[in-house]
């Protein structure tokens, strides 16, 4: 059985940084596709993050510039190193996989939480101003 877990997480003064984890029980090569989402309270889980296998990415416009996912098969671990956090920033996030990632027209790796089958507890961040 396939396991996410999470951590990292914590509370960060705004144009702070964190850097988040998962960890995979199962190879991460073995995932095509994996992911970073996040949900608010009051609000409804968004992508984030995405990479596929062979390090192609996408982001969320919220976050282009300021946070980086990677990688370490070695390590089965994903990451997501987020820099100039803002208050917005402050969620529960989610690492998510799956064996296959879906591409829009232009070539670039569609950030949905519907197309992702295996997810983690998530971890909190929490960003004050």
């Known amino acids: 059985q396939v396991q996410l877990v999470e951590s990292g997480g914590g509370s960060v003064q705004s144009g702070g940084s964190l850097r988040l984890s998962c960890a995979a029980s199962a190879y991460t090569h073995s995932f095509y596709c994996m992911g970073w989402f996040r949900q608010a309270p009051g609000k409804e889980r968004e992508g984030v993050a995405v990479i596929d296998s062979n390090g192609s990415t996408s982001y969320a416009d919220s976050v282009k510039g300021r946070f980086t996912i990677s990688q370490d098969n070695a390590k089965n671990t994903l990451y997501l190193q987020m820099n100039s956090l803002r208050p917005e920033d402050t969620a529960m996030y989610y690492c998510?996989?799956?064996?296959?990632?879906?591409?829009?027209?232009?070539?670039?790796?569609?950030?949905?939480?519907?197309?992702?089958?295996?997810w983690g507890q998530g971890t909190q961040v929490t960003v004050s101003s």
């Open positions: 998510a996989a799956d064996r296959a990632c879906y591409y829009d027209g232009s070539g670039h790796i569609r950030i949905l939480e519907g197309l992702f089958g295996y």
